[in-house]
């Protein structure tokens, strides 16, 4: 037996997503088909009948014929809960339909939920809605009219600037990585999205919307719809229902699952609970109405449905349901769920990332996520101090990160990782956890780089100013002006012939002790070694002497020298080389 194919439904805010539902939920009432669309917890079922009814002729012309009951399409609360609605090993949802509209493109929404299907691999198809928006665009009188029929009655005017507008978009897709195309013109759905046109206000285009979901399911999709006994689920929302107290909105997407039945949930701390009762909403309702809910005895999948059960405050969404017929049964189970939950975590005494989520499905999909980088350890819970010791037990400074989805951070985590400089990067959007740790990193990288050549003598020349020798040695304290490149305390000096004469004690500006002097800046500068009149003299210049070992660090981080610096780095090598022709030279790899 086949459950039907499950289709979360996301996209920019006021792009037509609920719009969309709604025209799709409508379509029973307008095929006289009172009840025969069914809009369950967070989602709406279309049948295999309705689809025909609307769609047959698309289904015949591509020579599709339905075996699975229909399509379950799922509005989700939000981009954590569509990356959390995860089972074992991949996606809940077999495929997600990506509402734009076609007059705004690729939104900061939009580009969100695309990096969230690339991140999570989940296959998708676009409705491109608004599509009655375009100037000139005329649509026929009847329900549901043939975007591929409409398309070829419209003026030529239209035509061109929908063609404009839709290749625009598909332009914009490319540059994200997505090759796309109109669905009528693909060969090939496993290398190209489809992108289908429609009007969630006209209703144009959904009979196409509906074929390419289905074709795709019989075609793709077929093996992994096969239902067995016990029902399995996710949590999507957790809920607080006046007179219910704690409720959970479900996917149950395997199996048939019923009142009074044991149910087993997953998660930090796994747990066996009864069903009480089981609520969907009344037909083509909001779901989100309290009052509008009915009672229902059982539900198979696939499906949406609320649960009501005992002592479920400590529940999380994302966590994974399992059904039992009796509590022996329900205690297998649970040793099920917590040796799945076991062998998706990870504690391995290597250099690597910690990774934190509040449930197996979010745990799987940040590992999925950051499978490319080392994990030390990646487990259910809440960010704790054992966490932020075992990051800093990383020797590798770019793995020193415990980074959490869809948790929160307390005020005693932020203020012991700041105590043991550990980096704590948290949201509830996935693919914005990898790119914030990508950038971290580069800051890190260019931070290590920075205390790298700031550990050695920078390139650096000074002229001594006429008629300011304050002292002749024993340090020599003279007046003299940065030429060029960079000179800070401690720094061995040399004359242009390549002699060292000793080392800069101190420099004062304006009578004030300064660490360095960059290019312009008037100094008083101390160095212990010369007697000024005899190894300088006044208006001599000075290089800083540079090692061997500091001249091969310095050309490794070239890049973070300053135009100035890296001019004196080369008459300084042109010094040194003129004793050693080979200084720098040798063991030095770029």
Known sequence: MLRSLICVVVGHIDHGKTSTLDVLRNTAVINKEPGMITQTISSTFIPKETIKDLAGILLDKYNVKLSTPGLLLIDTPGHAAFSTMRQRGGSIADIAILLVDINEGIMPQTK????????????????????????????EQNQYPLFSKNFENQSETARDLFNEKFYTFVGHLSEHGFDSDRFDNIVDFTKQIAIVPISAKTGEGIPELLAILSGLAEKFFKKSLILTEKAKGTILEVKELKGMGTTIDTIIYDGKISKGDYLVIGGANPSITKIKSLLQPRPLKDMRIEKEFIYVDECQAATGVKIVGQDMKDVVSGSPIRTAKTEQEAKAVLEEIKEEQSEAEIKRDINGLVLKADSIGALEALISVFKEYSI????????????????????????????????????????????????????????????????????????????????????????????????????????????????????????????????????????????????????AISIIGPTIG?????????YTDISEANYKILMKYHKLLTKTEQQCLEEIIAIKRRKDEFFGVMDYVE
Request: charge should be negative; proline fraction near 3%.
């Open 112 to 139: 969100e939920c695309l990096e969230i299907l690339r991140a999570l691999k989940t296959p998708f198809i676009i409705a491109l809605n608004k599509i009655d928006k375009i100037q000139g665009w005329s649509t």
């Open 376 to 523: 030390r350890e990646a487990k259910i819970g809440n960010i704790n101090k054992e966490d932020i010791l075992n990051a800093q037990a990383n020797t590798d400074p770019f793995m020193k990160v415990v980074i959490g989805f869809n948790i929160p951070v307390s005020e005693e985590c932020t203020s012991i990782s700041k105590e043991y400089s550990i980096r704590i990067i948290t949201s509830d959007v996935i693919y914005r956890l990898i790119e914030e740790y990508e950038e971290w990193t580069k800051n890190k990288t260019r931070e290590i780089e920075q205390e790298k050549i700031n550990s050695v003598t920078r390139p650096g020349k000074i002229k001594l100013i006429p008629g300011c020798v304050f002292r002749a040695n024993n340090p020599a304290i003279v007046g003299c002006e940065v030429v060029s490149g960079i000179v800070h305390s401690g720094a061995h000096m040399m004359r242009v012939d390549g002699t060292e004469i000793g080392i800069v004690k101190q420099l004062q500006q304006e009578g004030e002790n300064v660490e360095s002097g960059k290019v312009g800046d008037r100094l």
């Open 534 to 542: 005899r190894q300088v003299k006044e208006n001599d210049e000075l």
